[in-house]
T-cell receptor, first 109, second 114 residues
Framework: GQNIDQPTEMTATEGAIVQINCTYQ??????LFWYQQHAGEAPTFLSY??LDGLEEKGRFSSFLSRSKGYSYLLLKELQMKDSASYLC??????????WGAGTKLIIKP | IAGITQAPTSQILAAGRRMTLRCTQD?????MYWYRQDLGLGLRLIHY???????GKGEVPDGYSVSRANTDDFPLTLASAVPSQTSVYFC?????????????FGEGSRLTVL
């Protein structure tokens, strides 16, 4: 079966750095996505990785290792507004997205 | 309208009733999707449409139907609602192939079936 694993919940301190991991087992791979979802709102796109390596976008970076079936989202200089759920999703061989259950990130002052 | 709009935002429904969730986008995106989101689970695809006039079944299609008469509209119908269909429903769209990413989501429709 296809599976995306990510931690259920993480806590971090304002101004710090946090890394949210995602491991996947899917039938085929056509890219990995990270989305941010604030409570009661729609998911919004953060990043897309299809090749191995690190993609940096401001305070957010996303890393992919296809051989290990692994990705992480790195958030730097955490702000209170970063409190949200972070969703990992993989595009499989049919270009359908398989979603993880999301990681709820709690930021404390 | 800017982006993707869903209606209603929230609805309480008696079991056995018929319900249609509306979704409209003004971005001229070819592909549209309906997901449900339940606590502790990832988003699950119900139905999708790669282009106007075509639809396909996702991971959890039973009890739901869709139509795609034109590019902009993609309604989701529950023919006879059951309590297990209590969920938050998201409509999404994307332009072109999924490989380049970005799904645009509507604000969601919270449905409670009693």
């Amino acid at each position: 079966g296809q599976n995306i694993d990510q931690p259920t919940e993480m806590t971090a301190t304002e101004g710090a750095i946090v890394q949210i991991n995602c491991t996947y087992q899917t039938s085929g791979f056509n890219g990995l996505f990270w989305y941010q979802q604030h409570a009661g709102e729609a998911p919004t796109f953060l990043s897309y990785n299809v090749l191995d390596g690190l993609e940096e976008k401001g305070r957010f970076s996303s890393f992919l290792s296809r051989s290990k079936g692994y990705s992480y989202l790195l958030l730097k200089e955490l702000q209170m507004k970063d409190s949200a759920s972070y969703l990992c999703a993989v595009s499989d061989s049919n270009y359908q997205l398989i979603w993880g259950a999301g990681t709820k990130l709690i930021i404390k002052p | 309208i800017a982006g993707i709009t869903q209606a209603p935002t929230s609805q309480i429904l008696a079991a056995g009733r018929r319900m249609t969730l509306r979704c409209t986008q003004d971005m001229r995106h070819n592909a549209m999707y309906w997901y449900r989101q339940d606590l502790g689970l990832g988003l699950r695809l119900i139905h999708y449409s790669n282009t106007a006039g075509t639809t396909g079944k996702g991971e959890v299609p039973d009890g739901y139907s869709v139509s795609r008469a034109n590019t902009d509209d993609f309604p989701l119908t529950l023919a006879s609602a059951v309590p297990s269909q209590t969920s938050v429903y998201f409509c999404a769209s994307t332009n072109g192939a999924m490989t380049t990413g970005e799904l645009f989501f509507g604000e969601g429709s919270r449905l409670t079936v009693l």
